[in-house]
């Protein structure tokens, strides 16, 4: 490698010379905690089974049922499923957001695709053991078994597709974002270039006397449109081996 090229480096807040940034500083950890989200999710996915259990007491079974007196059988059981469906769109909602601050990692599959699906897990036992269980019935009347299987099945869709994630998110990804934010939270440029640097010993900087060290922002508000490409894919390359130490 050749000699390190001495730079003459100005901060472009104060204008005044300064020195350059702390290199390697490790990725910020994410400090807000996600246990009351998930905690929340699993009292209302219980919720929902237990919901789940009473529609099925309502209608199959409401002589042992303590239910408000008047109310039919098959509409309080439809009753029922919808606070069952209620409840597991919200769990899910929380889930996700969980998921997304404190993503799980792709190395092992089968917990990555469990954990982001477990919203659609959730809600398919939520429903499908009571359409189940119904049709199976052999003492419920045909409308009952058809009025409910239609509600049930109807809930269950609807739950699904508000439950799904839809842009499933990796500790990986959100390592690589972090590290990208990190690195361009203080960049080099120069008074002549078009770009921005991450490495003061970038091989582009090394005819340049002074560089310039500031925000992304103030770098696009000197002219500079993008990130040096040179400086983002040793970025890329320093990730990936940083990723394969750990
Ligand atoms: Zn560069």
Redesign the pocket.
């Known amino acids: 490698m050749a000699e390190k090229k001495q730079h003459k480096i100005v901060s472009a807040s104060s204008g005044k010379e300064t020195s350059a940034k702390p290199a390697g500083v490790a990725a910020q950890q994410i400090a807000s905690s996600t246990v009351g989200l998930r905690i929340g999710a699993v009292v209302l996915w219980v919720a929902a089974l237990v919901c789940e259990f009473l529609a099925l007491k309502a209608i199959l079974a409401p002589e042992d049922a303590p239910f408000i007196p008047g109310i039919p059988p098959l509409y309080a059981g439809i009753g029922f499923l919808v606070v069952d469906l209620i409840c597991v769109i919200i769990g899910a909602q929380l889930w996700k957001k969980a998921n997304h601050i404190h993503p799980a990692s792709e190395k092992n599959p089968v917990t990555f695709w469990l954990w982001n699906n477990m919203g659609v897990i959730v809600c398919a036992i939520a429903f499908i053991p009571f359409v189940v269980l119904l049709l199976t019935n052999k003492d419920a009347d045909k409308k009952t078994k058809t009025v409910g299987t239609i509600v049930a099945v109807v809930a269950l869709l609807i739950g699904g597709f508000a439950s799904y994630d839809y842009n499933p998110y990796s500790q990986e990804e959100q390592q690589q974002i972090l590290a990208m934010e990190e690195a361009t939270s203080q960049v080099?440029w120069t008074a002549g270039g078009k770009?921005?640097?991450?490495?003061e010993d970038?091989?582009?900087?090394n005819r340049t006397e002074e560089l310039t060290l500031g925000s992304t922002q103030e770098a696009e508000a000197a002219g500079k449109e993008r990130?040096?490409?040179?400086?983002?894919s040793?970025h890329e390359k320093e990730q990936a081996a940083a990723q394969i130490e750990e």
Do not use: A, M, S
């Open positions: 080099y770009v921005f640097h991450i490495y970038c091989q582009h900087l990130l040096c490409k040179t400086c983002f040793r």
